[in-house]
């Protein structure tokens, strides 16, 4: 079933619910709703300021499979922390691999699809990204 | 006896790989678009034509005046690695009061840009534009625009095993059992 809200929903709850992450964004004394501002559903970037880290989670294209009632989801979550803490970013994506990387997540076994290090970010920002891939119906009942 | 019809194989993989090729071009052009900052670059992007040219297949992607700004930025924050920017810093199409990578006005006359033959009234040749669009004095446009790296990024994902994958995919699936003719010896 295609159910990107459903996907990322439970994917960004992983997130905020994670210590790890929390900490490693310097988010541990936030509430939910900061917490929520930094770990987005969205690749928006240009708008951060402030020192504040970001954790984008979002879909990317689908690809085809050979399966006509199938298709391959991408997830891509970046991760943006200013230059000064770009070590966070390699930490942050690690723990993220080990969240997320074959396990089932918001119905979906996902795996990683690879990662690309240094992304296009906001001036003075570092910005790392991973992909998972997931596999969904395409009929929604 | 066992023969293996090699002509027809070749020429039936060559379509299948044209397929592949058209496949991970789409997919290639989509994961472009979307890391487009503007929807003008998006839409400055557009599939060209396939080519067979001594074997070797190509899918062309072609990317306007608008693709190659949101590429590669504007003003002081272009990305300077951009491997045509001397060429372009050369060309008529440069601003020739224009020292510098900062946006700033043009001389007053007719001249050649990015987007053809333009004319201009003058009004602040050699002016750094960036400074009074962020200061509020002009509009926004003018203010630099970082690069996003959009087409760069999109193929350096499909690099990391997506364009394998599919050709593998075509490899595995290919009836190459379809090819062979067996015939009795008598």
Redesign the interface.
């Known amino acids: 079933m295609i159910d990107p809200e459903a996907t990322l929903n439970a994917v960004q709850r992983l997130m905020i619910e994670d210590p790890e992450i929390i900490n490693h964004m310097n988010l541990t004394n936030a509430t939910i709703i900061e917490k929520a501002k930094s770990i987005i559903k969205r690749s928006q970037y240009?708008d951060i300021a402030n020192s504040n880290s970001r954790l984008c989670i979002y879909i990317?294209?689908s690809?085809?499979v050979?399966n006509q009632i199938c298709t391959e989801g991408v997830l891509q979550i970046d991760c943006h922390v200013p230059v000064s803490r770009d070590m966070y970013a390699y930490k942050i994506i690690k723990r993220v691999n080990k969240l997320l990387h074959n396990q089932v997540v918001g119905g979906r076994k996902i795996y990683y699809d690879?990662e690309?290090g240094d992304?296009?970010t906001?001036?003075n920002y570092f910005c790392v990204g991973i992909?998972f891939n997931f596999h969904a119906t395409v009929i929604n009942p | 006896m066992i023969k293996f019809n090699s002509d027809a194989a070749i020429l039936h993989l060559h379509k299948r790989l044209t397929a592949a090729l058209l496949m991970l071009r789409e997919e290639l052009l989509t994961e472009a678009k979307q890391g487009m900052k503007t929807p003008e670059g998006a839409a400055d992007l557009g599939a060209g034509e396939v080519k067979n040219v001594a074997g070797i297949i190509s899918a062309i992607i072609i990317g306007g005046p608008w693709a190659i700004i949101d590429e590669y930025g504007t003003g002081s924050m272009m990305d300077t690695s951009n491997p045509f920017l001397g060429q372009y810093r050369n060309s008529p199409l440069w601003n020739p009061v224009r020292p510098d990578n900062k946006i700033r006005g043009r001389p007053a006359g007719s001249q050649q840009t990015m987007f053809g033959t333009k004319s201009f009234r003058g009004n602040a040749p050699g002016i750094d534009l960036e400074q009074l669009a962020s200061a509020g004095i002009i509009d926004e446009k003018y203010l630099p625009q970082p690069p996003s790296k959009a087409l760069r990024t999109a193929l350096q994902w499909m690099a990391m095993g997506r364009f394998q994958r599919v050709i593998s995919v075509v490899l595995e699936t290919f009836p190459w059992g379809s090819y062979l003719i067996v015939t009795p010896l008598r």
């Open positions: 240009n990317r294209p690809r085809r050979r690879g690309l992304l296009p906001a001036l992909r």
